[in-house]
């Protein structure tokens, strides 16, 4: 167990739907990162938080959105879903200033039917 | 934009024999390179990392060297076991911003 806690493991849903992740970060970690990870893809960076406001952003569309709450929690919200948008989806968390890696989570691995 | 290259795509080894994974990055002022591997469905597990103000560092059978006028790094994996077989992915980042990673590379140990 990484500390780094994903919601749900897996998500199957419709084209046009709307799903949302949820991520728990490691104690005491103030950054949380989303990555998109498509079959045989790298991982692409979509969005960081750090301690409930947004820090930077990758290549995050604009039908996608996130936020982190007041007790570090985050959620990667999904909308208008196509077939394409199917991939895994990591959370990470680090504590920012000390330059240490990323501890990431197991994952949501989201279908689009 | 920031970009990180990595080769090879695959590698194919027998057990016992060593590993090396190459990345490249463009940008200069990164300064943090970590190694990440990726079992499958896990997520990525930080095995080793470098700082740019360190050319070479060592763990056991893994080690990572970093030439900062080449702006690449590498990955050596020594005495590959079965159990190293993974995907392997690279990164940088500057400044504990955000990490940008290589494409990856699937190791295959052969017993």
């Known amino acids: 167990d990484s500390g780094v806690t994903q919601t749900p493991k897996h998500l199957i849903t419709a084209t046009g739907q709307r799903v949302t992740l949820r991520c728990s970060p490691r104690?005491?970690?103030?950054?949380v990162y989303w990555y998109q990870q498509s079959l045989d893809q790298g991982l692409q960076f979509l969005i960081q938080?750090?301690?409930?406001?947004?820090?930077a952003k990758g290549n995050i569309l604009e039908r996608f959105s996130a936020q982190q709450f007041p007790d570090l929690h985050s959620e990667l919200n999904l909308s208008s879903l196509e077939l394409g948008d199917s991939a895994l989806y990591f959370c990470?968390?680090?504590?920012?200033?000390?330059?240490?890696?990323?501890?990431f989570g197991s994952g949501t691995r989201l279908t689009v039917v | 934009g920031e970009n990180v290259e990595q080769h090879p795509s695959t590698l194919s080894v027998q057990e016992g024999d060593s590993a090396v994974i190459k990345c490249t990055y463009s940008?200069?002022?990164?300064?943090?390179f970590p190694w990440y591997k990726q079992e499958l469905g896990k997520g990525p597990q930080l095995i080793i990392d470098?700082?740019?103000?360190?050319g070479e560092k060592k763990d056991q059978r893994i080690a990572v060297t970093l030439n900062k006028t080449a702006k690449h790094f590498s990955l050596h994996i020594t005495e590959t076991q079965p159990e190293d077989s993974a995907v392997y992915f690279c990164?940088?980042?500057?400044?504990?911003?955000?990490?940008?990673f290589g494409t990856g590379t699937r190791l295959q140990v052969f017993p």
């Open positions: 990470a968390s680090s504590v920012r200033g000390l330059n240490y890696g990323y501890t």
């Open positions: 104690s005491g970690d103030l950054s």
């Open positions: 938080y750090y301690n409930g406001e947004e820090r």
């Open positions: 940008d200069s002022a990164s300064n943090y």
């Open positions: 470098i700082r740019s103000n360190v």
């Open positions: 990164a940088a980042s500057k400044d504990t911003d955000k990490l940008i």
